[in-house]
C-alpha cells in the first residue's frame, strides 16, 4: 500500500523559513516522480512543484519560484520541499503526491496517491 506521510509544517513569521518532508512507502519510491500540491484555506488546489524520478527534471510554480527547493533522497525514501522568504500567502496545507510514472506534468494534477498533508501558517 502506497503510504505518503509530511511533516514539518507549523507557524511561520513572514521572511522565515521551514523544511517540509515527505517519508514515502509502499512502492518503489525511485522509479516515480513526485510533487508538492498546496491549497489555501477556502482555495482550490495548487501545483507547487514537481521532480522526476531521477532528480533530472524539476518545476516550479512561479508563486515559488526563487524561493522553494525541491529534492529528494532516493536511498531515504524521501521527498522534501525548503521553503524561504515565506509570506502569508503561502499559508496553505501542503500535500505530497505521487505521480504514476517517472515524469510530472508541470501544473498537473493527475497525481495517483496523495498524503494527508501538513499545515504551513505564514503569521506575524
Known amino acids: 500500500e502506497v503510504q505518503l506521510v509530511e511533516s514539518g509544517g507549523g507557524l511561520v513569521q513572514p521572511g522565515g523559513s521551514l523544511r517540509l518532508s515527505c517519508a514515502a512507502s509502499g512502492f518503489t519510491f525511485s522509479s516515480y516522480a513526485m510533487s508538492w500540491v498546496r491549497q489555501a484555506p477556502g482555495k482550490g488546489l495548487e501545483w507547487v512543484s514537481g521532480?522526476?524520478?531521477?532528480?533530472?527534471?524539476?518545476g516550479y510554480a512561479d508563486s515559488v519560484k526563487g524561493r522553494f527547493t525541491i529534492s529528494r533522497d532516493n536511498a531515504k525514501m524521501t521527498l522534501d520541499l525548503e521553503m524561504n522568504s515565506l509570506k502569508p500567502d503561502d499559508t496553505a496545507v501542503y500535500y505530497c503526491?505521487?505521480?504514476?510514472?517517472?515524469?510530472?506534468?508541470?501544473?498537473?494534477?493527475?497525481?495517483?496517491?496523495w498524503g494527508k498533508g501538513t499545515l504551513v501558517i505564514v503569521s506575524s
Open positions: 503526491a505521487k505521480w504514476g510514472g517517472s515524469y510530472y506534468y508541470h501544473g498537473g494534477y493527475g497525481m495517483d496517491s
Open positions: 521532480i522526476t524520478s531521477g532528480r533530472n527534471n524539476i
